[in-house]
């Protein structure tokens, strides 16, 4: 399940519970610790949370 920006909120709205979900992540280090949040708030398990964050080559 991914989570864009205007998505976030929808998320967390529509979902009463993440319990049984897998969330997959990949993104900038705020937009995937938002979604970290977001997921462990609908109770999904830390274990079932799969992500990746990058970040611009400087």
Not at 5 to 11: D, E, N, P
Not at 17 to 30: H, L, R
């Amino acid at each position: 399940m991914a989570i864009g920006k205007l998505r976030h909120r929808r998320f967390v709205e529509d979902v009463a519970s993440a319990k049984e979900f897998t969330g997959y992540i990949c993104g900038s280090e705020k937009f995937v610790d938002a979604s970290v949040k977001s997921f462990k708030r609908r109770r999904m398990s830390p274990r079932r949370i799969r992500r990746e964050k990058f970040s611009a080559a400087g």
